[in-house]
């Protein structure tokens, strides 16, 4: 029998019997064997009975129809999966009974025994049952007598492939290095199973602990480093070498922690200093990567900690919060902000409360007297300070010195006097008198002071007084008392030698006001006031006349003398009394001139008389006086309107002076010769001093008639030119 081609495969099949159809009639029986041809594979007249797909016992039956020909030949295929486990023939034949058969792609063959009944079909040398799926030829050989029949029974089991141990395989991780709290994803990525059902996946070593089974993508959350070994296992292998891959896990440093270099609530402005208490490999949740951090502004600060690609847990949370600070305030001024030493400004803060000063005051408002600049800023109820306000500039301008007062001249001095005070200031003065020069003239007591101005308005303080005193002058009336008194009469007379036992006439003076007690001093003008005699003395109130004296002065006519007698007070105020008095020669020769009173048109009036010395005492005694008449030297009454007119000195040499006690409208002064005719003519207006002075010097000695009228009153008197 040939050998027939196997090609192994298992699988379970259950028994099936074909009907073989005769392939030779009688006769037709095989003469030869045909040849296997390992390349073309059987003969092609080989009949097929088909394939056998399932597990079983399968026979061909067949008869022998030609004696002494060879027995028919067929061919069959087993299906994949199975295998041809056995082949026997049986047939009813006393001779015997010999065939072969083969496997395609084996040329061997396998006898049979001989004889009748049932017998194996052996493998040759080199090959045993089962055999592979394939294509198989059987032929069955020997005559056996014509009519017997044979039976070949085939037994078809399911292959048994063969076992073959699987790959080392390829193993690949999706991450081979993390940090605590991490994963990677393991799987097998080459390699066949081959005969092993499943890939095992072991730690601590090959065949270690199991952890996984299958080649598809796992999870692995391994806390430390870890090797995995994997080996294909179960079925017909026998599990062997494992591959490894290592996983390393890095452990995470320790949770940081916050420590504050400060107060972690502050105001807006401030900061705080953070610290991590690890030393390296800080993150801070504001990405800072510093062991500290400076936090301006609020929020919540966490801080994680990295060692060899490793993270901490955040920290525990530090909250800062920032309050926000008020706005500056601002000030506002009560007044000018630039004034003089010893004023002063209130700066009021527009915050009402929680201020605090440059000048370190805490109120709303300050009052301020020296200059700087003033700032305040404004404290919240969250203890934050505003910025400063914008400063407000206070000037403060010095003030001038005190000036001293300088006196020109005694501070005490009588009524009357005077005294110039000046000012050491040069300018800017102003005195308490009001008087703004560097100097004044004062003429009154009191106390006078000044003070100055400079130029930025500020006044100095006030000098120290300098008091004045201005002591009262005193008072003076003096008084004559002639011999021979002349009633009416403003100047008295005083007879010259007459008569020549005549006691001494008295001129006396009598002070009053002032101060304290009083001295005196006396004066004479006219003549030669050493020749006159008068005597008098400083220190009484009287000038004693003697009559009887010698004068070098020409008295052939009236003259007319002034003694002033001034009073001294203990200030050393004075006050002057003056008594004019007519000193008068009364003698025309051996005779006496005496003014004989007479009554003109009822009226009274004088008369010029000279008469013997005799009858001098006669018209005394009569009201008469002795020497010419008063109308000629001074005040009279004149018939139409009283008038007061002063001519002096009359009798006169040239030179005489008209003095009015007033002008009521205009004086006109006319001076006329006996004859009526007009010498010269003055006018005195009302605003003009009431006083003339005329002169006759051009004109003959004699005598002349003066006319004096204002308005209706009308003096008239005589005039003695000598």
């Known amino acids: 029998m040939k050998k027939a081609l196997l090609s192994l495969l298992f699988c379970c099949l259950s028994?099936?019997?074909?009907?073989?159809?005769?392939?030779?009639?009688?006769?037709?029986?095989?003469?030869?064997?045909?040849?296997?041809?390992?390349?073309?594979?059987?003969?092609?007249?080989?009949?097929?009975?088909?394939?056998?797909?399932?597990?079983?016992?399968y026979t061909v039956v067949g008869s022998l129809t030609t004696p002494g020909d060879y027995q028919d030949w067929f061919q069959f295929t087993i299906a994949s999966g199975f295998q041809l486990?056995?082949?026997?023939?049986?047939?009813?034949?006393?001779?015997?009974?010999?065939?072969?058969?083969?496997?395609?792609?084996?040329?061997?063959?396998?006898?049979?025994?001989?004889?009748?009944?049932?017998?194996?079909?052996?493998?040759?040398?080199?090959?045993?049952?089962?055999?592979?799926?394939?294509?198989?030829?059987?032929?069955?050989?020997?005559?056996?007598?014509?009519?017997?029949?044979?039976?070949?029974?085939?037994?078809?089991?399911?292959?048994?492939?063969?076992?073959?141990?699987?790959?080392?395989?390829?193993?690949?991780?999706?991450?081979?290095?993390?940090?605590?709290?991490?994963?990677?994803?393991?799987?097998?990525?080459?390699?066949?199973?081959?005969?092993a059902t499943n890939w095992y996946w072991y730690t601590g070593s090959c065949g270690g602990t199991l952890v996984h089974t299958g080649g598809s993508a796992w999870t692995a959350n391994p806390t430390s480093t870890t090797t995995y070994y994997v080996r294909g296992e179960?079925?017909?292998?026998?599990?062997?070498?494992?591959?490894?891959?290592?996983?390393?896990?890095?452990?995470?440093?320790?949770?940081?922690?916050?420590?504050?270099?400060?107060?972690?609530?502050?105001?807006?402005?401030?900061?705080?200093?953070?610290?991590?208490?690890?030393?390296?490999?800080?993150?801070?949740?504001?990405?800072?990567?510093?062991?500290?951090?400076?936090?301006?502004s609020g929020g919540t600060f966490t801080?994680?900690?990295?060692?060899?690609?490793?993270?901490?847990?955040?920290?525990?949370?530090?909250?800062?919060?920032?309050?926000?600070?008020?706005?500056?305030?601002?000030?506002?001024?009560?007044?000018?902000?630039?004034f003089c030493q010893g004023g002063s400004v209130t700066l009021s803060s527009s915050a009402s409360s929680g201020n605090t000063w440059s000048t370190t005051a805490t109120t709303q408002g300050i009052t301020v007297n020296s200059g700087g600049t003033y700032t305040v800023t404004t404290t919240n109820g969250n203890g934050c300070t505003s910025p400063p306000s914008a400063g407000t500039t206070v000037t403060v301008n010095p003030l001038p010195a005190t000036p001293t007062i300088t006196a020109g001249g005694p501070i005490s001095f009588c009524q009357g006097g005077s005294v110039t005070l000046t000012s050491s200031a040069a300018n800017g003065n102003t005195w308490n008198n009001s008087a703004i020069t560097q100097s004044i003239t004062v003429n009154a007591g009191g106390t006078y002071s000044v003070y100055t101005t400079n130029g930025n308005g500020c006044i100095s303080a006030t000098s120290a007084g300098t008091t004045v005193s201005v002591n009262p002058l005193p008072t003076a009336s003096t008084a004559v008392s002639p011999l021979y008194p002349m009633a009416g009469q403003e100047i008295q007379t005083i007879y010259l030698n007459y008569p020549a036992s005549a006691q001494s006439e008295t001129i006396t003076v009598t002070p009053s006001g002032g101060s304290g007690t009083y001295g005196y001093s006396w004066t004479k003008s006219n003549c030669n006031a050493t020749t006159l005699n008068p005597?008098?003395?400083?220190?009484?109130?009287?000038?004693?006349?003697?009559?009887?004296?010698?004068?070098?002065?020409?008295?052939?006519?009236?003259?007319v003398y002034t003694f002033t007698a001034t009073v001294i007070d203990s200030k050393g105020c004075t006050a002057?009394?003056?008594?004019?008095?007519?000193?008068?020669?009364?003698?025309?020769?051996?005779?006496?001139?005496?003014?004989?009173?007479?009554?003109?048109?009822?009226?009274?009036?004088?008369?010029?008389l000279v008469v013997a010395p005799s009858q001098v005492a006669t018209h005394l005694s009569h009201g008469d006086g002795l020497g010419n008449c008063p109308q000629f030297l001074g005040k009279m009454a004149p018939v139409e309107n009283p008038m007061e007119v002063l001519v002096y000195p009359n009798p006169t040499t040239g030179v005489f002076i008209v003095e009015l006690s007033k002008i009521t409208e205009q004086a006109d002064i006319t001076i006329t010769d006996?004859?009526?005719k007009m010498i010269t003519h003055t006018t005195l207006s009302k605003n003009q001093a009431p006083t003339a002075t005329i002169s006759l010097t051009d004109y003959a000695a004699g005598m002349y008639l003066i006319q004096v009228r204002d308005g209706d009153m009308v003096y008239r008197s005589k005039i003695v030119l000598r």
């Open 15 to 57: 028994a099936a019997v074909f009907a073989v159809t005769n392939l030779y009639t009688e006769g037709a029986d095989m003469t030869t064997l045909p040849t296997f041809n390992p390349t073309t594979g059987f003969p092609t007249t080989a009949t097929n009975v088909g394939t056998i797909s399932a597990a079983g016992t």
């Open 85 to 195: 486990s056995n082949v026997t023939y049986s047939c009813n034949t006393s001779s015997g009974f010999s065939g072969n058969w083969n496997m395609n792609g084996y040329n061997s063959a396998a006898t049979a025994s001989s004889g009748n009944g049932t017998m194996s079909m052996v493998p040759s040398s080199g090959f045993a049952y089962p055999f592979a799926s394939g294509l198989f030829f059987i032929e069955m050989g020997s005559d056996f007598a014509v009519g017997n029949g044979y039976t070949v029974t085939i037994t078809v089991t399911a292959a048994t492939p063969p076992c073959t141990d699987p790959d080392l395989p390829t193993l690949s991780a999706t991450n081979t290095s993390f940090c605590t709290g991490g994963n990677t994803s393991l799987s097998v990525s080459g390699g066949s199973l081959n005969s």
């Open 234 to 296: 179960g079925g017909c292998v026998t599990p062997s070498t494992c591959q490894s891959i290592t996983i390393t896990v890095n452990q995470a440093p320790l949770t940081p922690t916050i420590t504050p270099g400060g107060p972690t609530t502050f105001c807006q402005g401030g900061s705080v200093t953070l610290s991590s208490s690890a030393s390296s490999g800080n993150t801070w949740s504001t990405t800072a990567t510093t062991q500290s951090i400076n936090v301006t």
């Open 303 to 338: 801080v994680t900690a990295t060692s060899n690609g490793c993270t901490s847990p955040p920290s525990p949370s530090v909250t800062v919060t920032v309050n926000p600070i008020p706005s500056a305030p601002s000030i506002t001024a009560g007044g000018p902000t630039t």
């Open 535 to 559: 005597t008098y003395s400083n220190t009484t109130a009287s000038a004693v006349f003697s009559p009887v004296i010698t004068d070098t002065c020409s008295f052939n006519g009236d003259n």
């Open 576 to 608: 002057s009394s003056s008594k004019k008095v007519n000193v008068v020669n009364p003698y025309v020769g051996t005779d006496v001139q005496v003014c004989h009173k007479v009554a003109v048109r009822g009226a009274s009036t004088s008369q010029l």
């Open 674 to 676: 006996l004859q009526g």
